[in-house]
């Protein structure tokens, strides 16, 4: 009796089985997503533009009994990220479980100066293309019987930041989708969530605080943390497993947000 329980207690806490696709994998919350999706079992696709950095990735997890794949797609690209569909569907026999939208991009400068392009590039990267991305993943989502979306989103989609207005738009607009998609495509058996990180070391937040506005920014965030300092990745990466997990199966629309403290 006592084993028929933990066998059902261990389907709960475990991905095994399941498929998995991430934007951005290769450094970074993307990279740390990965490890943990993939070490509760999961069988994961990763993307980014990079075919070098995707190919020592590979190694790396090849090397730690890890089951990953990867190819190079430049999200900004429609017919690319068709493509990037396309060999997930080949690979996975046509069924997707989890689709962690995570690659995203910032510039910051003050609202008067950014350019047209700026803001192009920006939202084309961090909703336009989350935006699609999901609705060419729907069929496969819907085919695996049991989907999950978790958006990597970001405080300052719900906080003013200075230097940061188009970024905080993207994820302001990344946060509503996560509970539109939430409701329409319940009846097809797949949750959406979004995790908003405070400031965590990588190479997106190592470009931001180059900048002496930035920088302010950055430190300003980070005296308001609680916890009185930034997050690492694996502290994301947590969240984002552990919603993909059967044991999150009533959670759906919501928007979470893992930073020390500093939105409370
Ligand atoms: N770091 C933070 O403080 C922080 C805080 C809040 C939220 N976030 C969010 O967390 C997520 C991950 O950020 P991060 O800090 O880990 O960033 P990162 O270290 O810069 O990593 C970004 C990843 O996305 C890929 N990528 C970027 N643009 C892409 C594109 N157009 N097409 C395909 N792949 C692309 C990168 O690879 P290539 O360059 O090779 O394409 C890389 O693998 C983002 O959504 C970000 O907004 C980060």
Not at 38 to 53: K, L, P, S, W, Y
Not at 142 to 165: E, H, Q
Not at 225 to 237: A, D, H, L, N, P
């Amino acid at each position: 009796m006592a084993e028929t329980k933990w066998v059902m207690k261990d389907k709960r806490w475990s991905l095994h089985g399941m498929t998995a696709l991430v934007t951005g994998g290769t450094r970074g919350i993307g990279h740390a997503i990965v490890e943990e999706l993939a070490e509760f079992g999961a069988t994961v696709h990763i993307c980014a533009r990079n075919q070098d950095d995707i190919d020592k990735c590979l190694e790396e997890w090849k090397s730690k009994g890890l089951n990953v794949t990867g190819s190079v797609c430049d999200l900004l690209c429609s017919d690319q990220r068709k493509r990037l569909m396309e060999i997930v569907g080949s690979i996975f026999h046509g069924k997707l479980n989890i689709l962690v939208n995570n690659a995203a991009t910032n510039i910051t400068k003050k609202i008067t100066d950014y350019t047209a392009e700026d803001i192009s590039a920006i939202m084309g990267t961090n909703f336009e293309s989350v935006y699609h991305l999901c609705q060419v993943a729907h069929p496969l989502l819907k085919d695996s019987g049991n989907g999950s979306i978790v958006f990597i989103s970001s405080v300052a989609g719900l906080k003013a930041l200075p230097v940061f207005s188009v970024y905080a738009a993207s994820k302001g607009a990344m946060n509503q989708f996560t509970k539109n998609l939430a409701l329409e495509w319940a009846k097809d058996n797949i949750r959406a969530n979004a995790v908003a990180p405070g400031p965590v070391k990588t190479k997106l937040l190592e470009c931001i605080v180059n900048s002496s506005e930035g920088n302010e920014s950055i430190n300003g965030v980070v005296s308001q943390t609680f916890v009185g300092r930034m997050g690492e990745t694996k502290e994301i990466s947590a969240l984002v497993a552990f919603l993909c997990l059967p044991a999150a199966s009533y959670i759906t629309g919501q928007v979470i947000c893992v930073d020390g403290g500093f939105t409370t």
